[in-house]
């Protein structure tokens, strides 16, 4: 891999609805499961890429739709957990997942030291720095600031079936 993971990409943050009044910024790092061009499928199928080990599938429209609804701002990450999960600090074992659930992720197994600084670089600190502007910037104002991160619910996972009562 080259020195620039995201050359010619957007930036993996992505601000909706900045100037929302809600006390509440909504967050979903789990929104998409497009992957950087410069990782192609990380060795995976279109299959595994359209299912929960890549994203959190409906996560962004439900967190789009809140946004609108409550008039809070959302930060959104541009790319899949698979090629960075910032959910996740650079030393957490999950964050560029060599296995996801059960399958095992080609694209993430024995990356060198310089290939996951390049991730941390070009997606996890470009993602975080974005949500910390956005805090600050609230702080600034006066404005009450409540970090609330969304996701979805696999009915499935590692192979059991889940149940889950709201």
């Known amino acids: 891999m080259g020195a620039t993971l995201l050359e010619g990409e957007e930036s993996p943050f992505i601000l909706v609805n900045e100037n929302g009044r809600s006390p509440?910024?909504?967050?979903?790092?789990?929104a998409s499961n497009r992957l950087p061009k410069a990782l192609g499928t990380l060795g995976l199928s279109d299959a595994d890429l359209d299912a929960h080990i890549a994203w959190d599938i409906g996560a962004e429209k439900v967190a789009r739709r809140l946004s609108r609804l409550i008039d809070a701002p959302l930060a959104l990450q541009r790319y899949s957990r698979l090629a960075y999960d910032c959910n996740r600090p650079p030393e957490a074992p999950g964050a560029m997942p060599e296995v996801s659930e059960r399958t095992r992720i080609p694209g993430n197994?024995?990356?060198s030291a310089a290939d996951k600084l390049t991730r941390i670089r070009e997606i996890y600190r470009p993602f975080h720095a974005g949500l910390a502007d956005v805090l600050d910037s609230r702080a600034a104002a006066g404005i009450t600031a409540m970090l609330l991160s969304i996701h979805s619910f696999t009915p499935v996972y590692m192979g059991k079936q889940r149940t889950l009562e709201l």
């Open 24 to 30: 509440f910024v909504l967050v979903c790092e789990h």
């Open 109 to 111: 197994v024995r990356l």
